[in-house]
């Protein structure tokens, strides 16, 4: 298991955890939010905050040696039932090409208004593994 524990570009948790765990040939994420360099600093518009959120998870894809088209589940915390749409429209921007299963709720969240943590698959080396 490889730990990932800030990935470049991201700001660093905030809190006991990894940003990202390898298990097999899994990236487990953890929540993101969106921010741009540090907590206070995100995009004033939801659907920026959406792009800003997927930019990070994109980011410790990466480190974790996977990407965006590589994540099989997605786990959405969305804080008022009318982010759904607009939401779903960069969603199917980004991820919109094959789909990942997904599940989305509506909670409240400290300062944020969105978190999304998703599972990927690493992406396959060339001989193989």
Known sequence: MKRIHAAPGTISPVGPYSQAVISGHLVFTAGQIPSLGSFDEQPESFKGQVRQTF?????????????????????????????????????????????????????QLWGVSLEIDCVAELIAKENGQ
Do not use: M, W
């Open 55 to 107: 930019a990070n998870l994109a980011a410790i894809l990466e480190t974790a040696g996977s990407s965006l088209s590589h994540i099989v589940k997605v786990n959405a915390y969305l804080t008022d039932p009318a982010q759904l749409e607009p939401f779903n429209e960069v969603y199917r921007e980004i991820l919109g090409h094959a789909p990942p299963a997904r599940t989305t709720v509506c909670v």
